[in-house]
């Protein structure tokens, strides 16, 4: 399944963190501390999968 959204990245610290909205979240029940895996392709093509 392939969903766009926006994504705003900022600095905290030593690391760049992804926001990932709540519309998102809730879809794909994904919960606080959760790894994910974010792909980027050299296309562009951008992938999230659970660890």
Do not use: C, H, Q
């Amino acid at each position: 399944m392939k969903r766009k959204f926006d994504a705003k990245l900022w600095k905290t610290g030593n690391a760049i963190v992804i926001t990932i909205p709540s519309s998102i979240i809730k879809k794909f029940k994904l919960n606080n501390g959760e790894y994910i895996e974010v792909t980027i392709e050299k296309d562009g093509e951008k992938k999230i999968n659970r660890k």
